[in-house]
């Protein structure tokens, strides 16, 4: 499996680690990973509809005190 590229969001608000993902995933081809690490809670809702929107997978979110990481798979657009 292949390492999962991190983007680095923490202590960026929103909409900064949305507009960071989406300039990350412009790099990226079909069936990449990237991890974003991020500090603000409103991720956990601003990525994964973002994703929704843009036909990426979230694959997993994991929250501790200090950070959230979630990790997206990039599908093909439509």
Do not use: F
């Not at 990350?24 to 991890?35: G, K, Y």
Request: net charge positive; glycine share 2%.
């Amino acid at each position: 499996m292949q390492t999962p590229i991190l983007l680095d969001v923490r202590k960026l608000l929103c909409p900064l680690p949305v507009i960071r993902l989406q300039q990350a995933i412009q790099r990226l081809q079909p069936n990449d990973r990237i991890t974003v690490i991020a500090t603000d809670p409103g991720v956990l809702y601003d990525i994964p509809a973002w994703c929704r929107i843009h036909n990426h997978t979230v694959s997993h979110i994991k929250q501790t005190k200090e950070e959230i990481r979630i990790e997206i798979l990039i599908n093909a657009t439509q």
